[in-house]
């Protein structure tokens, strides 16, 4: 299989590298090669090529049979005309990726390090569907001296398609999926909501679906998490629910996420940011990376087994107190904190 | 003083019933008199007059000195083309109400109802401040049989003044301010950043301003709550946040707000919802009114001293064990639960 591997910046060179590596070993344990080909995107990018996502790259991305990515973004290009994000957002519109799935579920040794109390955390469980191809990411905008514009657009298709995508999730799981929009305000909610009532309610009879306002969600999400299975939702709140959603697990480095479209392609990438701060430290927490990798194995190259063998591994060296900076950090270690590669 | 209450639905009445006979206890006591004159907002103004805001009404909350509003809402109006929420829009917007001020506090015995761990929430004490007037709730909607859209627009204007606001607030606080955008994607972000900056920068060089994207703010807001003194945000940001925020003070119950504009009046609402579940039943935590009326004798009655005294009486009545359902569900009273006007 050929994977397409985009670092990315800040500390997406170092956590990809051990993505690679833990990749590598399920490849030489299960008998597969995988070809990877590195490419620059984000502010990389724009330093050594002019623009945050190349043609040539965006090509290289189309034919591989996966895309396995870092981070996007720094201070450094903050200011810019060009940024680092309008990559990420290119690939993710230029290959139809619509659907940003992002599992959470807690670690037994990580609930120390979660805002949320513990007893709210065992067996939490759940799947965040967003919406990641339409909405206020991708809408025209006006900007002039004293005014700025973004529109947010739904179509009935764009709504339709990540709705069954939720809902096949669910057929496989729980068979619960809530839908998040601001009905009560929001025209595109208000598509949205009938959408998601109209194919729940005629194509999957077998999954209860449930509608809640975002801002009500906000609160739901940590205050009873565990009652949540699939989560649907638009561009935006998806990218602010889920945020939250990982403060469930302890830290954001342990999060993975798949953006899939209709094929079987897809952009594998931990859901953590470039974090500035940290990078080239060797300290990052490569487990967001890793447990990419895992989907992306799944859900690109339908290495189940291959897949489950990492989840476990990373299960198995987290409870058993292998922890990088950001968990060791809450006091639950007695040994120094891992670094990305021993952890990896 | 001239006050309009505008009880609205579910829940509404039942709280502002119990915010009026303190503001009449706080008369008494400190030698005022509150004239009250109850009209229709939401459900029960669609129902009674066929629109969720009259004219009449709109005139009334014009000519008095404020407005103590209970909420909107509820399944019954949920689906039809004129809905309750249009009236609480219309009146923000008529009045020029673009502030919203949300403090959150934390209450020591309320730390056990908080899904937020204890040990984060104490000394917890922010402002949320919310543009209410701008946005994507004031923008032009389209709907087709094939989409829908929803436009967010911003002024230099509007920025300006609510980002003023803000840094007023802070002056007589911890003189720090977070703003938070998603100027990574939104056009709106970027201008609102822009002029953040500039406004903080000449007008209150004695403030610190930091800006944060509102997907980390998610995450921040619940994991290191006591680092923020004061947040400005837009409408829509604003409205997920200080849901989420009210998590901190254990229940939304607690938790008022004011919505103010550039004179004196204002429209001062709890931030909880309708709650039509509980409606009725003389159960709802009153708290979050009478604190929301408290903040009208401060904000727009001038009556500081007043208002702190009902703050205190809250406070005090709370940690010394008086309850509602909503707190005492989590199991820290061994007595059973008070109702609403005893606890008020
Ligand atoms: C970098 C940014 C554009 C991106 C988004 O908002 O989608 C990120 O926050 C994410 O969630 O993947
Ligand atoms: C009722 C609804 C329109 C309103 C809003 O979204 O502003 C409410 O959620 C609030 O926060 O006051």
Redesign the pocket.
């Known amino acids: 299989a050929d994977i397409v591997v985009l670092p990315g910046d800040g500390i997406g060179p170092e956590v990809t590298a051990a993505a690679v590596a833990v990749l590598q070993a399920a490849g030489r344990r299960y008998g597969h090669t995988f070809r990877f080909e590195t490419r620059l995107i984000g502010g990389a990018a724009i330093d050594a090529e002019g623009a945050p996502l190349s043609d040539a790259t965006l090509d290289a991305c189309r034919k591989a049979d996966a895309i396995l990515l870092g981070a996007?973004?720094g201070p450094k290009w903050s200011d810019g005309e060009i940024r680092?994000?309008q990559g990420?957002?290119k690939l993710r519109k230029a290959l139809g990726l619509y659907a940003?799935l992002r599992p959470v579920r807690t670690h037994p040794v990580a609930l120390t390090a979660s805002p949320i109390k513990s007893h709210l955390l065992t067996g939490v469980d759940m799947i965040v569907v967003r919406e990641?191809t339409g909405g206020v990411?991708f809408g025209r905008r006006t900007r002039t001296d004293i005014a700025a514009s973004d529109l947010c657009e739904y179509t009935v298709a764009e709504i339709e398609r990540v709705v069954r995508r939720a809902c096949t999730l669910a057929r496989g799981r729980r068979k619960f999926v809530v839908s998040v929009d601001k009905a009560n305000v929001l025209e595109t909610s208000r598509l949205w909501r009938q959408v998601a009532t109209r194919v729940a309610r005629d194509e999957f009879p077998d999954v209860r679906l449930e509608h809640q306002l975002v801002d009500s969600m906000a609160m739901h999400l940590i205050a009873k998490p565990r009652e949540y299975d699939v989560i649907v939702t638009e561009?935006m709140f998806g990218?602010i629910l889920?945020?939250e959603a990982s403060m469930l697990a302890g830290s954001m480095g342990l999060l993975p996420?798949a953006s899939l479209g209709e094929g079987r392609g897809g952009v594998y990438?931990p859901?953590h940011?470039s974090a500035p701060d940290i990078a080239g430290r060797g300290i990052a927490n490569p487990c967001g990376a890793i447990l990419s990798a895992a989907m992306l194995l799944r859900h690109s190259l339908g290495l189940d087994a291959e897949a489950r063998c990492i989840e476990k591994a990373v299960a198995d060296a987290i409870d058993g107190g292998a922890l990088t900076a950001d968990l060791a950090l809450t006091g639950i270690a007695a040994r120094p904190p891992l670094g990305t590669d021993a952890m990896a």
Request: zero cysteines.
């Open positions: 996007v973004g680092p994000e990420l957002l940003n990641l990411y561009n990218d889920t945020d996420s990438e859901i940011g």
